[in-house]
């Protein structure tokens, strides 16, 4: 072999050593940013008590909407993260009232077909939209088969410092997630005069959500997609 | 004359854009339910015609055929102007337009959109080699091989269009491994019908006869794309009214949902379809300007189609809670209304003038004409 080969091969080694070395830091880091190291340990979750939940009562749509700054108007370009559908069975007739908003799936639709990744889920399961990363193709309120987002359709004014939006980016509800990283429940839970939003760890045994899917019958919507959604509805 | 009307389009379109992005998307008929309206219509027409133009090439260069293989510049440019023409359209549509660097230093790989952004980008560059393969005497020998790169990738990249709805479960319309097949006939179908437009063009205002021979065969392509298509659609519905849960959606777009049935059976079926085939093929019939105007019908279709399977199919409320009559203050349940505002229509426009511009400017300062081969040696 030529000293030349020799040479080389010493060289294409070390770089490879000074490489990994400095990856390595690099990567572990960005395990620990994400949060992976405990990815399975929460999931929160919420189960919704539809036997509770009055028709005509929209507190829970109130609460969010002061809560994340957003007008209440209810027309076909406005945001609603959270909504009541009164819904009837078409063959026995009864009837039910119930919230629908994001239900925070495992498998997101709307984080699949994201072009920029601006559609997230968090290692504890929270679906959210990046507003600095969204361009606005609203590609994701295509995909979402809970019809749970939102276009800002208009300028914003006078919004909530901890929940930023943004004009032409797409927006759902984020559990609340400003409260729920400082140890608080999502204002819907709070306001449901009924109690029948229960907020918690679907991953803790312990929890009193955990323990609740354990022991009633409860139901995800649209289960048949295979999507797991985080919220979970009893009485349906 | 025509070149400064279809300037004022653009600028009528980029004016629109302004207003769009100054107002926001309040100004345009969109919505949450209707979240792509007819700027996405205008696109993916354009997007999906650009593929299929390309057929005029893969004829010649691929399949070795003379007569098209004259036409393969026409056929790069126009699918250059129309790619330019959607992607414009697309990317002025989006909610924050000026962030279109994030879409091209983010990439979600699980994303079709993402997908798209590289397939088209390609598209570009395999056509500006394609076509200086074939207009750069020294490159000719390698303008098969680029037209054989350039007949792959159309095929990837009407796929990726198709698979833009196919990959979706949320709405009824959509969801269906159906439609990456079906826009590939149909691009060949539009495409041709684009090119067949333009080409009676150029020859009319250069005084030039089109030979028969070309003539006869390229409008009779031109019919048995637009057979094609129309048994893909066909073939689309069937497989919906055939599901009952289908049956409802089904009901609604070919039947009872106002415009869109209106628009599917007069502006697609009979229009787009019928008409164009007895312009084409009645005895006596066929002569130029007959295929011109189909052509025109056929292009006139295509938008009726793209309206009443994007709008359409948005319109119709999503099955959140099958077997259950649905409300609430979010459209459940309720069919989805949308009027396309001025400014989205304009933009729409904007974007056919911009192709029409690139088209214009390329055939004046480049040797686009095709130059017909005589007919013995054909």
Known sequence: MSEINV???QFLKMSMGVAAVSIAPGIFLFDMAHGKADANKVRWGMLIETANCAEGC???VTACNTENGLSGGVSSTDSQWIRKIEIKDISTGRETSLPMMCQHCEHPPCVDVCPTGASFKRADGIVLVDKHLCIGCRYCMMACPYKARSFVHEPLQNQNPDVPRGRGTVESCTMCVHRIDQGQQPACAVACPNKSILFGNLNDPDSEIATRIRTVASAQVRADLGLNPGVRYQGL | M???????????GLYS???MEEHGHIITGMNNQIVWGIPHVFAIFMIVAASGVLNVSSIGSVFNKPAYKARAPLAGLLSLAMLAGGLTVLMLDLGRPDRIIVAATNYNLTSVFAWNVLLYS????????YLWTMMEARMQPWSKHAGFVVFIWRFALTTGTGVIFSFLVARQAYG???????????????????FHIVQSAIYQWNGKMLDEYVQKRMKNLLGVFVVAALYFVVVYHLTNLYFARQVEFERFILADGGIYPLLFWAGYVVLGNLLPLL???LPGWGKTQHVAVASAMVILGGFAFLYVFIIGGQAFPLSIFPGFEVKSSFGDGVIGLYSPSLPEVLLGFGGVGIAFLITAVGIRVLNFV???IPKKTL
């Open chain 1, 7 to 9: 040479q080389r091969r």
């Open chain 1, 58 to 60: 929209n507190d829970c």
């Open chain 2, 2 to 12: 025509l070149t400064s009307v279809a300037a004022l389009i653009v600028l009528a």
């Open chain 2, 17 to 19: 854009v302004h207003m």
């Open chain 2, 122 to 129: 390609a598209m570009f560059a395999a056509v500006v080699v």
């Open chain 2, 176 to 194: 269906s491994a159906i439609l990456p097949p079906m826009f590939i006939v149909i691009s060949f179908a539009w495409g041709l019908a684009v």
């Open chain 2, 279 to 281: 312009l084409i093929y």
């Open chain 2, 370 to 372: 095709p130059r017909e």
